[in-house]
């Protein structure tokens, strides 16, 4: 709880210079977890069918689904970093289920929606959070029950694991961002970087991960 408070204080404190470079963030996010999924996709491991699941791959983007939540769920900043941190943790609780095409999207507003009522005073509920997502409330209530269960109702974020997973995002945002000004596409290098690095592992202070936990990462 003291740390909930310490980040909800950096939180306000930082609130309109996070602000501005928030576009960036929800990028940097939006290309990990696209390179995460279509990773998986192409995998041929066992992988167990969720809530999460849709039926279809979604024809909204990563990248345009994130840009609607930041849009319209009002939540602070901190919301997507501790959402990232949740989904990491959720990721490395449950080897057979990684992120892919299908689950990412029910996955990243299902970890928005828990971040927010974690770290805000005040947030919308689930109704409201599902017609961001486009889903029914009832299964919004039910991919948040799920999600919990998933992470261990593992909710408290220390103010370094925070630091640590902002400066992670802080550098693929700078390597987008120099790809970006040379026109090029992500190098070989760069991609593999990312699949031994993880999703969004820059490792957790009270990180449960294991050697092989890591690599189920690499490959989700």
Known sequence: MVDQIQIQTMNQVLEEPMAEFMPSVITAMSYLLQRVSETNDSLSQKQRISGFHALTKPSISIRSYLERIFKYANCSCSCYIVAYIYLDRFVKKQPFLPINSFNVHRLII???LVSAKFM???CYNNGYYAKVGGI???EMNMLELDFLFGIGFQLNVTVSTFNNYCSFLQREMVMLMKMKSL???PSLSFRSSIK????MNPLE???LSTHHNKKQLAAA
Do not use: G, H, N
Not at 196 to 199: G, M, N, P, R
């Open 110 to 112: 299902t970890s928005v």
């Open 120 to 122: 805000d005073d005040l």
């Open 136 to 138: 029914s409330r009832e």
């Open 183 to 185: 026109f090029l596409e």
């Open 196 to 199: 031994t690095k993880l999703v």
């Open 205 to 207: 202070e009270d990180s």
